[in-house]
């Protein structure tokens, strides 16, 4: 059997929730035990060897619950494996937005100058659903089982 770990997320509208759920689903695959929860739910980290926390960039900010995630459990993460990921970009890599992105969340963990990642990454996200439009989505679900198999290996 393999370690056990933690998926934590913030999300606004679902699509991290998602994101999260799929990473595990991955891990488990790979004979881990896994627990997905909201990270403002999470009171306690217990015995979980590896840590993995996402949240949304919005209007150029991560998710506050992330923040409060770390600030919170700061004394054991500091001795812990740590994964992050964030959901930034709505349009495709060719129109540019994804190196802004990257910098973005390097800057909200720049805030956290104690937290060392074993790895971060950075997923497309999706628009904010809006009556009668279709939002774009541009999560990459084969990157995003890529990542949570790379993070245990």
């Given at each position: 059997?393999?370690?056990?770990?933690?998926?934590?997320?913030?999300?606004?509208?679902?699509?991290?929730?998602?994101?999260?759920?799929?990473?595990?689903?991955?891990?488990?695959?790979?004979?881990?035990?896994?627990?997905?929860?909201?990270?403002?739910?999470?009171?306690?980290?217990?015995?979980?060897?590896?840590?993995?926390l996402g949240a949304p960039l919005y209007a150029g900010n991560w998710?506050?619950?992330?923040?409060?995630?770390?600030?919170?459990?700061?004394?054991?993460?500091?001795?812990?494996?740590?994964?992050?990921?964030?959901?930034?970009?709505?349009?495709?890599?060719?129109?540019?937005?994804?190196?802004?992105?990257?910098?973005?969340?390097?800057?909200?963990?720049?805030?956290?100058?104690?937290?060392?990642?074993?790895?971060?990454?950075?997923?497309?996200?999706?628009?904010?659903?809006?009556?009668?439009?279709?939002?774009?989505?541009?999560?990459?679900?084969?990157?995003?089982?890529?990542?949570?198999?790379?993070?245990?290996?």
């Amino acid at each position: 059997m393999g370690m056990r770990i933690l998926v934590a997320f913030a999300t606004k509208y679902g699509s991290t929730r998602e994101v999260a759920e799929a990473i595990a689903a991955t891990l488990r695959e790979e004979g881990h035990e896994v627990d997905v929860q909201p990270a403002g739910n999470v009171k306690a980290l217990g015995d979980h060897g590896l840590v993995v926390l996402g949240a949304p960039l919005y209007a150029g900010n991560w998710h506050k619950d992330a923040h409060r995630f770390l600030k919170r459990h700061r004394s054991i993460l500091e001795s812990r494996p740590v994964a992050i990921f964030a959901l930034g970009p709505r349009k495709p890599p060719s129109e540019g937005t994804w190196p802004r992105s990257r910098e973005q969340l390097d800057g909200a963990l720049a805030k956290h100058p104690w937290l060392a990642p074993m790895t971060t990454a950075l997923f497309g996200g999706v628009d904010p659903p809006k009556k009668g439009k279709e939002p774009r989505d541009q999560r990459d679900w084969q990157a995003i089982a890529r990542w949570a198999s790379e993070i245990v290996s």
